[in-house]
């Protein structure tokens, strides 16, 4: 019997549409052969979009993607600076907008250093975390405004929200993650002895969570110091859990970690199923190089990697992440195209079936 | 003519002493000789204190402190998890409320990798860059609150304010930062996408500022952004100005590129002197190492650096300078103990006059 799965595509700008097509042809790839029938829908949303029709996201559109079982997303945003796109805010209508929409409060970026990848750090060691980062509240809540702007008496506020709702549906999300896992450990970040107040809430769900899994070993790090130990000491972290800001910078460095913001994958994560979660690389759109064949499509295909996980076709996303490792593990960072190196990872998937070393 | 200087000292709590100690040690080598007399107060305070009398930082003792110089700072903060320190908060009412109500608004961390210094990265390069920090605004005023406390219906918010009148000064002493150095570039970094109000007060006053300091090549990056930058390319950066938070994040990150954080200085300085400005090692109080003689003094020493800049004597910073880059130099990471580092260094400190190079 075929399963059909319904995916909403969104390729984006600049170099979203060139790594989203290698992205589906790999999984085009792997599925081949399978009972897995996909069906595809394309929504062309972003920056271009923007200028072309004024809209960023309509309300059919929104809700036509959310009938849909996932959300492939490439990147979006225009060239910096770019004053046609000053009135407007792609990222907070568009993609922030899904993320808050459609509750994606597990924000799940896996750290790897794959063998054959160069790592900036003089002594990686093995590299091997996931940060689970909060998608939902915190500082990206949108609230805040602007007194008196453009006046010498302005003032602006940006208001963190934090909720325990919000705050303990993650955290559990992240022990779970931490439970399937090896070495069974959790380490939470904040800014506790600064922001006291968010903190207090973060610290009270942590330890009211952990007493559900005494066997998962929690410890804290501030912020601050955490950037310090993710490039002196990567191979201590298994699980990270933190708040959307803390998050998002800490995974932009682990990205960087891990060998680059073109091997950095992505699941905004709806755990709950009540709307489709969405996989998109940790990287932008960077027009400056677009429409070259000149991008990495790697992080894009290892977020496809977790929409198949996801999906529940877990062997499928090994698969896929065995071809990702025997490629870099024979290529390295030799300076390829993006359609070759989407052609070399689909040479390296391995027959269904095969058993997998440490995929 | 002698010129009297008044310093208050505040070694604080863990390793705070030890590296003041050798601060002072090498501050009084350098002053050898000159017509500059010190005349020190030492002040007790931090999580030591707190436990022994419960005070924080008595009025009394913060207008005394008011009324020097300049302030030398060491670390405080007690053992993480204590409890008899979880009502207390040494960071917030000691050293953040200095900061604040000495209108320390540019808290300045350079970032120089030295010869014969380690880094943690691959390939770093020439590594010279400041940060200039925000210091008294941004999501460190303690705004916001908790409500239902303990409840699952518990919010809790953190309001990061940013005024104008904060935003220009520190900008603007930013831009004079950036002309007094060869390469007349200033980075500013936010995260103006997702904060858009408090960024787009960023964005304003960055412009206006900018447009009285033509010469000077600014670009912004996104904070998460940065940080990829910063362990790919440091030497790229000359200048950086960035929000309280934001601060605080990159120079921690910042000092494991400059070859750790215990090399990393900073001053909290009051640009306008009606307050005293306030010197520290960017580390902590290092609870787990302390009295051991292990904690490296130069950050604290580099500071006491910053210091003598700050109150006009520049050519006795550059020699305390010359003696650590000599030190280095000549010792590179070589396992000693805190008062042998001191002790090395002012075997190093250039005779008075002697010309420099590259202090
Ligand atoms: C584009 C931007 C809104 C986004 C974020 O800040 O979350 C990006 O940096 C990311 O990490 O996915
Ligand atoms: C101790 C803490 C309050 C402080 C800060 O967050 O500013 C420290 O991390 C720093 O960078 O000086």
Redesign the pocket.
Known sequence: MTRTIKLAVIPGDGIGPEVIEQANRVIDAVLAGSDVALERTEFKLGAERFLATGETLPESEQAAIASHDAILFGAV?GVPGDPRLRSANI?RGL??KLRFDFEHYANVRPCVLFPGVDSTLANPGTVDFVVVREGTEGPYVGNGGRLRPGTPAEVATEVSVNTAFGVERVVRYAFETAKARPRQKLTWVHKTNVLVHAGATWQRVVEAVHAEYPEIAVDYMHVDAATIHMVQNPAQFDVIVTDNLFG?IL??LAGAIGGGIGLAASGNINPDGSFPSMFEP?H?SAPDIAGQQLADPTAAILSAGLMLDHLGLAAEGDRLRAAVRADRAANGAARRSTGEIGDAIIAEIPASGTPLLGA
Chains 1, 2 share one sequence.
Do not use: H, K, N, Y
């Open positions: 945003g990222e993609l922030l998002d995974t932009d940790v932008g």
